[in-house]
């Protein structure tokens, strides 16, 4: 197993994140047990030592399975990490209640990571809200050894990010985002590492195989790849981009069966990251996949002058794409940034004027496209 430093912990480069963990007849509240148990010991005896669960995986069993996994091995042989809830707003206030119930859920007396969960467009004024007292009590539980350290995830915009941080930036160690060779310029992955690392944030990696999309591709792809490395799988890929971004510390992968977590861990034995031809035959990959299915939007904001309604097209379009890109049914990301949206400025309320479509120089046919994007979203 590759080891990374972080403040003199010598943490594996590959965690086992605790949100797709086997479950029964298909009901992810309902987590095998024993297969799970299987699998951490595996993890353990080949050299993962950080698990990540949270609050709401599995319908709120992950910490408890995690528990019950971890609690026959010593507690200073692991690094477990979970995180506050902020994606519900209605836990805002709830910060005590619910770290006291994930020390009895998982078992432990403390946590070695604490993370605040998916700052975003959605939740960032709440979060950066001193009335709640989140991250007073969050230093006050450090203080008192129950959080070694504290960092947060997102899936916001930079912007978003850049909020937070200007904000909380004296009391973060590390940051946890959606980096994948996808993403890498899709999501501006790129420029969040950028952020982090002008901050001095260690990096964390969550989908780094975007839900098992990166590990399934099209077998003319899948072939292209075999033919310059012919030992490893696309999965293998995905990680070997991530190990050539020196900023990374900890990769996460929510392995949902054995045979998953036996390659992965093959994979992180040892480093080989890709170089230029390889790089470029990842690029011809992504290519493909976000020309099949999106809108070529240039962000130029012509057709917002000529919005009767005033949506901000692009934006709308952008969030349009990850959908398509994630499978056409809406999508985590697009749901939550359309979520924030008053309704009066969601795809819904386009009136297919066609305004903006006259003015567009990518001949988009904005208003079908809001329309498709609004249909998918009430799917």
């Not at 170089?275 to 917002?304: F, I, K, S, W």
């Not at 952008?318 to 890109?325: I, S, T």
């Amino acid at each position: 197993m590759l080891y990374k430093d972080f403040q003199g912990l010598k943490l594996s480069a590959l965690g086992m994140g605790a949100m797709r963990l086997p479950v029964i007849d298909g009901d992810d509240t309902k987590i095998d047990q024993a297969a799970t148990q299987e699998m951490v010991d595996y993890a353990i005896e080949h050299g993962i030592n950080y698990f990540d669960t949270a609050w709401g995986y599995h319908g709120g069993q992950s910490e408890i399975a995690m528990g019950k996994a971890l609690s026959k091995y010593p507690r200073d042989s692991f690094y477990l990490a979970t995180k506050f809830p902020g994606y519900d707003l209605s836990n805002m206030d709830k910060v005590k209640e619910i770290f006291e119930k994930q020390l009895e859920k998982t078992g432990m007396e403390y946590f070695d990571f604490y993370l605040i969960h998916n700052v975003c467009e959605m939740n960032i004024d709440d979060y950066l809200d001193t009335k709640h007292g989140i991250m007073d009590y969050l230093l006050d539980q450090k203080d008192a050894g129950r959080i070694k350290h504290l960092g947060f995830s997102a899936h916001g915009a930079i912007p978003v990010m850049e909020r937070f941080i200007d904000f909380y930036g004296d009391y973060l160690e590390f940051c946890q985002i959606q980096l994948n060779y996808l993403d890498w310029e899709f999501q501006d992955a790129r420029g969040k590492v950028e952020l982090c690392a002008k901050h001095g944030l260690p990096v964390w990696v969550m989908e780094p195989v975007r839900g098992g999309k990166l590990a399934n591709l099209p077998e003319a792809d899948a072939a292209r790849l075999t033919e310059l490395r012919p030992d490893e799988k696309p999965v293998a890929w995905a990680f070997r981009f991530i190990q050539g971004i020196p900023e990374v510390c900890v990769t996460l992968s929510g392995m949902s069966n054995f045979e998953q977590m036996r390659e992965n861990i093959a994979t992180f034995e040892e480093e080989k990251p890709l170089n230029d031809e390889e790089r470029a035959a990842l690029q011809q990959v992504v290519d493909g996949m976000t020309a099949q299915h999106t809108v070529p939007c240039t962000a130029c904001h012509y057709c917002t002058s000529h919005c009767p309604m005033g949506l901000d097209i692009p934006k709308l379009l952008e969030m349009y794409n990850e959908a398509m890109v994630t499978g056409g049914a809406g999508g985590f990301i697009p749901s939550m940034f359309v979520g924030t949206l008053p309704k009066d400025k969601r795809p819904s309320a386009c009136i297919g004027c066609g305004s903006c479509e006259a003015v567009c120089p990518q001949q988009i046919n904005i208003p079908d496209t809001l329309a498709d994007f609004a249909s998918k979203l009430a799917g």
